[in-house]
């Protein structure tokens, strides 16, 4: 049944999620929880840059403080007008989710976010490379004309970099990001950590920076297909969600959230420990 001892996924949760989630990694593999080490690691949008980092055995400590492509990039430039279009139609998106998803791509497109080489050219500073590792990673992102998921990995033809920017391109804040022809946007839309991808795993870590502001509801349906003989799933503690404060997108809390992280894996070394072990000892 299980094709793989040991799966991570990460999830989304904008620049302060990315922050927390690189100090909870560094600081788990102070304690000797390695989370690169894992056969298969699940990206979702800033989640795509921490996996990234992890997948590419870069140390996560890279991320302690924002990192800047240089002093000429383009900034990111918002559409606050089309932001909120897309915040409204997600938030009665229940009754429809296929169609929300399309008019969200359609909002995308039309969105005034800057040019697309200026977000990739971001995300290859924030991810530190542009290949592809030999280790298993998948960076999940939404057709903007079809509202389906795309799963890009090694095999799909595109510079990890331009696979980040796309899981990342959240709509009215940065451009969907053209690869093989189609434009794709942020692989939150469907689901926040997308961890039925990991199915087949005996041992399914989950990272979520995001669970304290979302019903947990597709998660457990997301596990229940994953199917793992062992699920950690670690999300953000009372000090840590102090520290994000109330906007995830907010660059100034990236610092705080990052030693949030540190903070917090103390006690999530322990929980993870014995499970990561397991996972590698397994047969």
């Known amino acids: 049944m299980y ?12 620049p302060v999620g ?5 100090g909870l990694a560094c600081g788990l593999r102070r304690g000797g929880v390695d989370l690169s080490e894992a056969d298969l690691i699940v990206g979702t949008s800033t989640g795509a840059i921490v996996g990234a980092v992890l997948a590419t055995a870069q140390d996560p400590d ?26 409204a139609v997600l938030g009665n998106a229940a009754s429809n989710p296929a169609e929300a998803w399309r008019r969200v791509g359609q909002i995308a497109l ?12 971001r995300m290859r500073a924030m991810a ?7 280790r298993k990673l998948l960076i999940t992102a939404m057709d903007a004309e079809t509202g389906e998921q795309e799963v890009f990995d090694h095999a799909g033809g ?25 434009r794709y946007m942020d692989g939150s839309l469907r689901s926040a950590t997308n961890a039925a991808l990991a199915a ?13 502001l979302f ?38 809390a990236w610092e705080p959230a990052y030693q949030a992280g540190l903070r917090q894996a103390a006690g999530a070394t322990e929980q993870l420990r014995l499970a990561w072990k397991a996972g590698s000892d397994m047969d």
């Open 3 to 14: 094709t793989l001892d040991r799966a991570l996924v990460l999830g989304a949760g904008g």
């Open 18 to 22: 990315a922050a927390w989630m690189a």
């Open 62 to 87: 890279r991320l302690a403080t924002p990192v800047r492509p240089d002093t000429n990039s383009t900034p990111p430039q918002v559409d606050g007008r089309r932001l909120g279009e897309a915040f």
């Open 110 to 121: 039309a969105a005034e976010t800057g040019p697309e080489q200026a977000h990739i050219t």
């Open 128 to 134: 530190g490379t542009d290949q592809w590792p030999d």
């Open 158 to 182: 595109a510079p990890l970099s331009s696979a980040v920017a796309a899981s990342t391109a959240f709509p009215g804040i940065y451009p969907p990001i053209t690869i093989n022809g189609r």
């Open 200 to 212: 087949g795993a005996r041992t399914l870590v989950v990272i979520d920076p995001q669970a304290h």
């Open 215 to 252: 019903p947990r509801e597709l998660l457990r349906q997301e596990l229940a297909v994953a199917a793992a003989y062992t699920v950690v799933t670690i999300e953000p503690d009372p000090a840590s969600i102090r520290a994000f404060g109330s906007d995830l997108n907010d660059r100034t």
